[in-house]
């Protein structure tokens, strides 16, 4: 047969154009395109033998080789699978048949036609080799026999087809690499790429090297990556080598789940909890898990399958339910993917409620690194507060400074009659800890959470309710513990003003105060403590507006409640004072020294350190000379 020569359709024109002059830096996915194109046709072939008992045998097992000459920049790929007709061969390297080459083209019409980064996007698949190599020559054997055809093209707008001498099915590509990509001839380049992105390719992939003279056939590939063996045939060894390469945490994991799901949408994953936090746990924004399509390499984190909330766990995921090519875009909208997310954060969420129930001391460590993380998910993943309200793990009043309490702990051990539960924000455990705000609290044996990771306020936001407790802030509204717990008999307040002689004093307070404060109360919650400041049922909390300021995103402050202790003696005595018709000068000192104090013990600062300071210094010297 004469050589016949050929034009490519207009679009694979413009598609090769592209590659050729292309300014993509990423050019050695091509490998990877055209090794997922081999591993595919023997896919095909695996497929046909099934009922077709008439294909070409194969003296080789099915494979991959590649072999290069350094010398001549020359590169071939090959492949014993189902090789090409003629028309087979004009169809498929003539035109666009590929889906994702096709909406690659659509969206660079759409979209600056230089952009050359959507040539990753889309992985285009065999055209992709245009970016490295001149000339192409694609030799191939349908399995089917027949004659076999040597395509053969540089790019140029035309290509020629002939027949020629290959005696063993499949096919075979020959690159003339261009001279400033030479290095893809390079025995350690190609060794590389196909570890990068072909490690896990069903059939083994041959590099034909050259060792003192003598070609010996290296696979560079692993065999059944550890995801697609049944648990049973892994040891821990081989999880532990799997996460280290997919997360390059040199340390062990703490945990790992390996997953074989049927369902609608089968897959295989293996999912990890590191051990220790990666150091740009709060920055990062490229999680996700690696995800595998056929065992090529599609995304190696892949966001669609991992919640941010999530973001420290490592893993890969395996579906053939994807088309090989998919674009990121093609992630984005695939209605799959969500499906795998939902059943590995359910893996993992279980995998962690296990390790609390049967590990607390492991439990707590990953907890204390990783506990702000996952509290996060309350905010975004409403459909999991169930789970991780079993997961979190709060400080509290009776937990000391390096305790943690549960939900499920908190109520066990919850007062007679509480019907809620009790909680404190602040920014650390030493700021909350001797909060007035605990007082009445802890007088009557009641527990009170202690909120004070930045994040929790937002928590709090998203889950107000446990099962049938509210949560309920001891720093905010009001609060009524009638009947609640037991007031020990020496922890009892001593006997409280009567309201009528306290009117006086919250008149001076009020008009004293009037630009700081919104509304002066008699309190119910303290004991030993002459005042605090409260935020109204729905104000902002002294905590929520530092964390707003620090972020650049205050609102004004918020003015609060200042409640006064009936039963202390300073308030009674002022209220005597006040009555008597003490002198106003002396009595506003104290009504600002009081405020000043309350916010100090709310971990607020006062306006005016300076002024406090001799205020205060003004009252002791006054004290001291009694
Ligand atoms: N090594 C090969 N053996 C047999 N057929 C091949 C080989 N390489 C390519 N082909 C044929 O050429 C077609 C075009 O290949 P190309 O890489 O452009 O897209 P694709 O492989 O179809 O894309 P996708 O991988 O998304 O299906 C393939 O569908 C296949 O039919």
Request: with cysteine.
């Amino acid at each position: 047969m004469t050589k016949e020569v050929h034009s490519f359709q207009a679009e694979t024109q413009q598609l090769m154009n592209l590659m050729v002059h292309s300014l993509y830096s990423n050019k050695e996915i091509f490998l990877r395109e055209l090794i997922s194109n081999a591993s595919d046709a023997v896919d095909k072939l695996r497929f046909e033998e099934i009922t077709n008992h008439n294909l070409i045998k194969s003296e080789k097992e099915n494979s991959i080789s590649i072999s290069s000459d350094k010398e001549k920049h020359i590169l071939i790929i090959e492949d014993n699978g189902l090789g090409m007709s003629k028309e087979e061969i004009m169809n498929n390297l003539g035109t666009i048949a590929n889906s994702g080459t096709k909406k690659f083209l659509e969206k660079l019409s759409e979209q600056d036609k230089k952009d050359s980064n959507l040539i990753g996007q889309f992985g285009v698949g065999f055209y992709s080799a245009f970016m490295v190599a001149s000339k192409i020559t694609v030799e191939s054997l349908s399995a089917h026999g027949g004659s076999a055809h040597k395509w053969v093209s540089t790019g140029d707008g035309s290509y020629t087809i002939e027949e020629c001498d290959k005696e063993t099915r499949g096919t075979k590509i020959t690159l003339e690499l261009k001279e400033e990509e030479k290095e893809f001839a390079d025995d350690w380049r190609i060794r590389s790429i196909v570890k990068k992105y072909s490690d896990y390719v069903t059939y083994p992939i041959y590099l034909a090297e050259t060792k003192d003279g003598k070609v010996e056939e290296n696979r560079l590939n692993k065999s059944t990556p550890v995801w697609a063996r049944n648990k049973r045939e892994n040891k821990t060894e081989d999880y532990q080598e799997l996460y280290k390469q997919i997360s390059m945490d040199w340390r062990e994991p703490l945990l790992w789940e390996h997953m074989s799901v049927e369902g609608l949408v089968p897959f295989n994953a293996v999912v990890f909890v590191p051990s220790e936090a990666p150091f740009d746990l709060y920055t990062r924004d490229n999680h996700g898990l690696h995800l595998y399509v056929k065992r090529v390499s599609i995304s190696e984190k892949c966001k669609e399958l991992l919640p941010e909330y999530l973001r420290f766990v490592a893993g890969v995921v395996e579906t053939d339910e994807l088309p090989l090519n998919v674009s990121r875009e093609i992630l984005q909208q695939n209605n799959k993917l969500p499906q795998i997310k939902k059943q590995v954060v359910k893996k993992v969420l279980t995998a962690l409620q296990n390790l609390s129930q049967n590990d607390n001391e492991k439990y707590l460590n990953f907890y204390k690194v990783f506990g702000a993380v996952l509290k996060e998910g309350f905010h975004f993943d409403h459909e999991q507060h169930e789970a991780l309200s079993e997961l979190v793990r709060f400080k509290s009043s009776k937990t000391g400074k390096d305790g943690y309490v549960s939900f499920k702990e908190y109520i066990e051990r919850r007062a007679d009659a509480q019907r809620e539960i009790y909680y404190l924000t602040g920014s650390s455990f030493d700021a909350v800890e001797r909060s007035p705000h605990l007082e009445a609290l802890t007088s009557r044996g009641i527990e009170v959470l202690f909120l004070i990771d930045p994040i929790d306020e937002w928590f709090i936001m998203s889950y107000a309710k446990h099962g049938e407790y509210n949560l309920k802030p001891i720093h905010k509204g009001e609060i009524d513990l009638t009947g609640i717990g037991k007031e020990s008999e020496d922890e009892k307040k001593s006997e409280e003003a009567p309201a009528e002689q306290l009117v006086g004093l919250i008149d001076l307070f009020r008009t004293k105060l009037a630009n700081d404060i919104k509304e002066v109360k008699i309190s119910k919650r303290l004991r030993e403590s002459a005042c605090c400041l409260v935020a109204d049922e729905n104000g902002m909390s002294a905590q929520m507006e530092r964390i707003m300021k620090a972020s650049g995103q205050s609102f004004g402050e918020s003015k609060r409640i200042l409640e006064i202790n009936p039963a202390h003696s300073l308030i009674k005595n002022l209220a005597e004072r006040k009555n008597k018709g003490t002198e106003e000068t002396t009595l506003n000192e104290w009504v600002e020294v009081l405020y000043e104090t309350a916010l100090l013990s709310e971990g607020s600062p006062v306006k005016n350190p300076g002024t406090f300071a001799k205020r205060l210094t003004k009252i002791m010297e006054m004290a001291s000379g009694k």
